[in-house]
């Protein structure tokens, strides 16, 4: 058995009633004593601060004497406005999906290095279901755009003849982007975590520090990389020939 936060245990003395119910409704084999796992409950709890701080923000929001949170947030829009535009046609209309899952990835992986936290995102689970929702938005946003025959038309290739290789090939490349972005995210952030701990456990003075500092370089460069490499999913999925 895994560890159990101090968070985690009190979600399983006080919700373990509905937490067991809803995974005994869907068949998941668990323990009843401890239906709640450290990753869910990580990830409810940043699910609570995006929310709260977003609602923060929104109470706070001026034309005319923005505050130092709307200044990040507003960088933060800028960026990844910029990032879809480079990406995707007409990528404006993908930024609420592509912002989401930025800040919602960097929380995610950042909360990690908060004493008696975890990040969420060091357990499988969680990155491979981002990733799925990523496959499934993508296909869909592909179909919508150009019509469901002519987007599958695209897996065959400019030429009958070479439908047959093509496909098979476009099939498996597909199916392999969610594990990539799975297996990319959890790798990095399981890695980052276990070297952070490793040195807290030796020592407590400057060396921790440096790698606590590489910790959150990589919570960023990976929410980076994951919501580009949605992007270019995205962008190849809609794009118009020319």
Same mark, same amino acid.
């Given at each position: 058995?895994?560890? $159990?936060?101090?968070?985690?245990?009190?979600?399983?003395?006080?919700?373990? !009633?509905?937490?067991?119910?809803?995974?005994?409704?869907?068949?998941?084999?668990?323990?009843?004593?401890?239906?709640?796992?450290?990753?869910?409950?990580?990830?409810?709890?940043?699910?609570?601060?995006?929310?709260?701080?977003?609602?923060?923000?929104?109470?706070?929001?001026?034309?005319?004497?923005? !505050?130092?949170?709307?200044?990040?947030?507003?960088?933060?829009?800028?960026?990844?406005?910029?990032?879809?535009?480079?990406?995707?046609?007409?990528?404006?209309?993908?930024?609420?999906?592509?912002?989401?899952?930025?800040?919602?990835?960097?929380?995610?992986? =950042?909360?990690?290095?908060?004493? !008696?936290?975890?990040?969420?995102?060091?357990?499988?689970?969680?990155?491979?279901?981002?990733?799925?929702?990523?496959?499934?938005?993508?296909?869909?946003? &592909?179909?919508?755009?150009? !019509?469901?025959?002519?987007?599958?038309?695209?897996?065959?290739?400019?030429?009958?003849?070479?439908?047959?290789?093509?496909?098979?090939?476009?099939?498996?490349?597909?199916?392999?982007?969610? =594990?990539?972005?799975?297996?990319?995210?959890?790798?990095?952030?399981?890695? &980052?975590?276990?070297?952070?701990?490793?040195?807290?456990?030796?020592?407590?003075?400057?060396?921790?520090?440096?790698?606590?500092?590489?910790?959150?370089?990589?919570?960023?460069?990976?929410?980076?990389?994951?919501?580009?490499?949605?992007?270019?999913?995205?962008?190849?999925?809609?794009?118009? $020939?020319?």
């Amino acid at each position: 058995m895994e560890h $159990e936060l101090w968070l985690t245990a009190l979600l399983n003395r006080i919700l373990a !009633g509905p937490a067991n119910a809803v995974l005994d409704a869907v068949k998941w084999q668990h323990n009843p004593a401890h239906p709640w796992s450290n990753w869910l409950s990580m990830e409810l709890l940043v699910v609570a601060i995006i929310v709260v701080l977003f609602a923060i923000l929104r109470s706070r929001l001026s034309v005319d004497k923005p !505050g130092s949170l709307q200044h990040v947030f507003e960088l933060v829009y800028e960026f990844v406005k910029g990032q879809a535009d480079e990406s995707v046609e007409h990528g404006s209309k993908y930024i609420p999906y592509f912002g989401t899952l930025f800040i919602f990835i960097l929380f995610m992986n =950042l909360i990690g290095i908060v004493p !008696g936290f975890e990040s969420p995102t060091m357990t499988p689970a969680v990155p491979a279901g981002l990733a799925v929702c990523t496959f499934i938005l993508y296909n869909y946003w &592909g179909a919508r755009e150009h !019509g469901i025959g002519k987007y599958l038309a695209h897996f065959a290739g400019p030429m009958p003849w070479l439908a047959p290789i093509l496909i098979p090939i476009e099939f498996i490349s597909h199916l392999a982007r969610p =594990l990539s972005l799975t297996i990319r995210l959890y790798a990095n952030m399981f890695a &980052g975590e276990m070297v952070t701990l490793t040195f807290l456990s030796l020592t407590y003075l400057v060396i921790p520090a440096v790698f606590m500092g590489l910790h959150v370089f990589v919570a960023l460069l990976q929410a980076y990389i994951f919501m580009l490499l949605t992007m270019i999913y995205v962008g190849s999925a809609v794009a118009h $020939e020319h």
